[in-house]
């Protein structure tokens, strides 16, 4: 019995394969690959997260020729930590990623959707989520140039860690219709500070009168967004930093605010020139 495991060990050590080659990228902090696809021209694409572009962890995307030796990378990300988890490569030669970020949306690990064109530049972003922690891992592109991302959230569902399945369209990224909020939230506008277009969002559980204004720091208004009936869904709205008169307004920080049926919140940006 010995001699015949010893055979049989020895054969399968020897049928173990061999590295052709290893290649590592990364610079003085923790870096890590998290998702890899063989693309069109035979190289790799690779998303994971770096610490050594920044202050923070940052989606990093790695784009290498057949040998592994790197053509391009990219990084994306704010103020706080970001995350990629997983990467497609599109009909149009351009990538698809998804993760999670806590730079944007709400501000508390929200599922990240990312389209870049064939050289990783980014075309656009959306997060997904509520007031509590939502992570996407898997993505993929349909036929008919929509995407579906799959992952957890902690903001919907039956209160604890629920997977989380999401299709959206493109170029717009919204949700589907049928999926609605359940809670009203009123997001950090972004990029803050800016200069001179920030968006804000918000999540409406229900259909509501709803007025979005932005006022100076003595409390004097300065624009109206939104003054009407919306219907319940995700919603984003853009300012430009420019009064009702349509003239620029000066550097410096204001206050937005939104009222919503019973629902009220002001916040505070910055404006930059």
Sequence with gaps: MKKVATLLLTTILLAQPNAIWIRTFGGINSDYGRSIQQVFNDGYIIIGTTASSGDNNDAWLIKTDAQGNKEWDKTFGGSNDDFGSCIQQTIDGGYIITGWTN?????????????????????????FG???????YAVQQKENDEYVITGWTKSFGNGNNDAWLIKIENPLAEIDDSFIPNIFVFHQNYPNPFNPITLLEYDLPKDELVNITIYDMKGRMVKT?????????????????????????????????????????????????
């Design 225 to 273: 967004l939104i003054d009407g009936l919306q219907a319940a869904g995700y919603k984003s709205v853009q300012w430009n930093a420019t009064n009702d008169r349509n003239e620029p307004v000066s550097a410096g920080v204001y206050l937005y605010s939104i009222e919503a049926g019973d629902f009220r919140q002001t916040k505070k940006m910055v404006l930059l020139k």
């Design 103 to 127: 730079s944007f949306g709400g501000g508390n690990n929200d599922v990240w959707l990312i389209k870049t064109d064939a050289q990783g530049n980014e075309e656009w972003n959306k997060p």
């Design 130 to 136: 509520g007031s509590d922690s939502d992570r996407g």
